[in-house]
Structures are given as C-alpha cells and as structure tokens.
C-alpha cells in the first residue's frame, strides 16, 4: 500500500499547473487541436455510429448512495391537459396556468406535450468537470476550493470546456477481452499501468497525444443483468494516473461508476485517482459510458481507434455534464 508521500510525489510529477497559463481550466483537453480534430475526423470510414450514453430513467444505476438519485422525469403538459382543459373544465374555474394552456388548445388543432427532469448531474453517462474533486483546498491550476460555491464554480465548470467539443480521437481498452473474462472484471484486482499497454499492444493500438482513452471493464453490461448500481466495480489503479500523464492522453472514460478501482491503494485517501487526474493534471473523467456494443465492433473489424464526439452541456458552473457520446467508425 502507498503512502501520502509517495501520493504527493505521484502528484508534482503528474503535475499540469501553469502547463498552459495560470489562468487555463481546459486542462489535458488542451492536447486537442486543430490537427488532432481532423485526424479523428478521417477515422470515419464506414459511417458506423455508437451511442455510448446510458438510459437516464428510473432505473438507472443511482439510489445506492443516497447523495444521488436516479432521475425523476416529470410531465408538465401532456395530452390529458389539453382534451381536459377544452371538454370539462369552464374558463371560469381555470387556474392561472389552466386559462393559459387552453388558449392554445380552444378552437384550433395545435397540441403540446412539455417535460421536465430533476436529477444530480453525476446520475447517468457524465463527464466529470475539473472542479469535481480537489483537496487541500485547492482546485486544478491553484484555484481556491472556496471559488465553487452555492451558486456553482466560478472556476474549472464544466461550461469552460464547451469550447473544444469535446472531439477528438477515441481509443477503446477493452480489459474484459484483455484479461478473459466472460462479461466483466470482477472487482478486487485493480488495472494497472502495465495491463493498460499490454492491452493496447494486443489490439494493435496506439495511445496518441490528445486521445480519449475509453477502459471497458464490463461494469455496465453487469449492471444492466444485476441491477445494483451499488456493485463495488473493477477500475484503474491509482497509478495509472501517471500511465494517462505520460501518454498525454486527453481525457479518460470508462464503463463503471467511477473510473478508478475503489481499493484505494494510498493509504488514507479515497479515490486518489480522481485528486490526482482532476486536480493536479486538469484530466476530466467520463463515468458510465456503455462500451459494449463499440467493443463488438471493434473485436470484429479489430479497429480500436474512432471519432469521438462527447460534448458536455454548457450548464452554467456545473461540476459535471451529462453526455451522450458518439463514437463513430
Ligand atoms: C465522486 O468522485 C464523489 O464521484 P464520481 O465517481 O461521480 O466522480
């Protein structure tokens, strides 16, 4: 087991503050440029698309810890309204909202049906925004924690990347097929930096520069068999950190509920992956994304590599971003 020393060692190598100025909050997602977005772009040969988002619905992976919760999916005008409105209820009686409906409904064919949802950000498929995580009071780049307050994060929202997309080139590291298993990894053996190449080299794959590296674990394909979203999911391991450092890697996603194997492996710490990846390297972190039907494709065809398009919604300091990325090949 690793100590805080060794952590904080780990920490100033992998280090990105003042990389790209001291007022950056783009982060790794500065190795994307105009080269890299073109050369993804001419990874599209055969017009193949994957969605790689999740339902957010009822019965999504949330409700095991009871700071989250599913989504909560709510109609605000539906059909009921209208044929109500017009056949029973006289203009006399109408609330408010009921007198205004049915002007758009009396004496003309127009219908509507309108809707609302209220669910934490981090519910379903997300990108983790910079300020998601931090420690020692600190975000990434220095910027004090006190700067995300109750009206959002000044600093590092996740309405500062939009910006880059996000596209880029998408790389899958499919660790179920990897290591043998049948539909995923069981937990309590964490992925390490060396798995990580190995399974790249297996499949004939480079890690680039600017790339989104997408870690197939088989955490969703087992959820979706199990239902219990509390499941404790196969990861990275805390070390691989300094593996996405030195590949100058993009971003980094995965198919499970946190990216990183919950055995920390720094004593003391809880997810030190995350301290270290979003706030010393400025690293976002994408959280159930389904890999299964791309990892298909990619162990026919042998094709690991893809156009990637994942951008977050621009909600207005955020800490996080539902997405539904595309990956397409
Ligand atoms: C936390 O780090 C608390 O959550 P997540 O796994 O969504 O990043």
Redesign the pocket.
């Known amino acids: 087991m690793a100590t805080l020393t060794d952590f904080r060692r780990v920490a100033r190598d992998v280090s990105n503050w003042g990389r790209w100025g001291g007022s950056d909050e783009l982060g790794t997602l500065n190795f994307i440029d105009a080269a890299k977005v073109a050369q993804a772009a001419s990874l599209v040969r055969h017009g193949k698309v994957f969605a790689l988002g999740v339902d957010f619905g009822s019965s999504g992976p949330q409700g095991a810890f009871m700071f989250r919760q599913n989504p909560v999916h709510v109609m605000t005008v539906d059909g009921g309204d209208a044929s109500t409105l017009v056949r029973y209820s006289p203009q006399s009686e109408r609330n408010a909202v009921g007198r205004q409906l049915s002007g758009f409904f009396e004496d003309n064919p127009f219908r509507f049906n309108d809707d609302m949802i209220i669910m934490p950000l981090?519910a379903a498929t997300?990108w983790?925004a910079l300020s998601?995580?931090y420690y020692e009071d600190q975000l990434y780049n220095g910027f004090p924690a006190d700067s995300v307050t109750s009206l959002g994060a000044y600093h590092c929202g996740i309405d500062k990347v939009d910006v880059k997309g996000i596209t880029t080139r998408g790389v899958l590291l499919d660790l179920v097929r990897h290591r043998g298993a049948e539909t995923f990894l069981e937990h309590g053996d964490p992925i390490t930096p060396a798995e990580l190449d190995a399974a790249a080299r297996t499949q004939g794959v480079r890690i680039e520069r600017g790339d989104v590296v997408c870690v197939r674990t088989g955490w969703w394909a087992r959820f979706l068999e199990a239902g219990d979203g509390g499941e404790p999911a196969a990861g990275l391991d805390w070390r691989c950190a300094s593996w996405l450092h030195d590949h100058e890697v993009a971003a980094v996603a995965a198919d499970n509920?946190?990216v990183e194997d919950p055995i920390s492996g720094v004593e003391g710490t809880f997810?030190p992956m995350?301290m270290l990846c979003l706030r010393d390297m400025g690293l976002m972190?994408g959280?159930y994304w389904d890999l299964e039907a791309l990892a298909a494709d990619c162990a026919a065809d042998g094709v690991y590599e893809f156009q990637l398009v994942a951008p977050p919604l621009r909600v207005t300091g955020a800490v996080?971003s539902p997405v539904n990325p595309i990956a397409i090949k």
Do not use: A, K, S
Request: aromatic share 0%; charged share 15%; proline share 0%.
């Open positions: 981090q997300q983790d998601h995580v509920l946190m997810l995350h972190l959280e996080g």
